[in-house]
């Protein structure tokens, strides 16, 4: 069973779509992530929640807007795409908010904005 | 300055052979550090802690230094399935509740 779980795993688009990004975490843990990678390998955090609760806003442009239904979910939906949104987006979990030294991570979403 | 930095190779090694990555961070409050491992196209994942004491697992041994503000990871004998790319990772501090990643150093361990 995958611990966490993404999809699409290949999401292509044009600009000005909306389109979004669904994880679901099967591990029971509190606190969910999103994480974008660019094309220079970089990793930073989007957005951290903590029994569904935001606690981690990181001067992300509002087109984009996470949402957690429940702790095992969280959901990124992007409005508005640009070309600069391409990219692989993770999602990760976390037992509990802090618990940082052991993020799981889905196997990613490779956005291609054209 | 990054709040973390690697060198970002590509570090090409054959097998058998003792390999060396450096990183540094800034931000002196941070409080725990980590090596992670991402294979190509794959996702990150936890390879080892790093302590001021030193830890080794198997094949690797990871460093801290805070008086220097860097970390060290330490591959002998190095295999086929090394090559990777491994991320130097902060937390704690004014990071607290998020993972700082490192751009990556890429390891290709070749025959």
């Known amino acids: 069973d995958t611990a966490v779980s993404q999809t699409p795993k290949y999401l292509v688009t044009q600009m000005g779509n909306d389109k979004s990004i669904k994880c679901e975490q099967n591990?029971?843990?509190?606190?969910m992530y999103w994480y974008k990678q660019d094309s220079k390998k970089f990793l930073k955090i989007m957005f951290s929640y903590n029994n569904k609760e935001l606690i981690i806003n990181e001067t992300v442009p509002n087109r984009f807007s996470p949402k957690s239904p429940d702790k095992a979910h969280l959901n990124l939906h992007i409005n508005s795409l640009e070309l600069g949104d391409s990219a692989v987006y993770f999602c990760?979990?976390?037992?509990?908010?802090?618990?940082?030294?052991?993020?799981?991570f889905g196997s990613g979403t490779q956005l291609s904005v054209l | 300055r990054k709040e973390v930095e690697q060198d970002p190779g590509p570090f090409n090694v054959p097998e058998g052979a003792t390999v060396a990555f450096n990183c540094t961070y800034s931000n002196s409050a941070s409080q725990s550090f980590f090596w992670y491992r991402q294979d190509c196209r794959k996702e990150p994942k936890l390879l080892m802690s790093?302590?001021?004491s030193g830890n080794e697992d198997g094949r690797f041994t990871a460093q801290l230094n805070r008086a220097s503000q860097y970390i060290s990871l330490l591959i002998r004998d190095s295999k086929l399935s090394d090559s990777a790319t491994y991320l130097c990772?902060?937390?704690?501090?004014?990071?607290?509740?998020?993972?700082?990643f490192g751009q990556g150093t890429i390891l290709t361990v070749h025959p």
């Open positions: 790093v302590y001021s």
């Open positions: 990772v902060k937390a704690g501090g004014t990071s607290y509740g998020k993972l700082t």
């Open positions: 591990l029971g843990h509190d606190t």
């Open positions: 990760a979990s976390s037992q509990t908010w802090g618990a940082t030294e052991k993020l799981f």
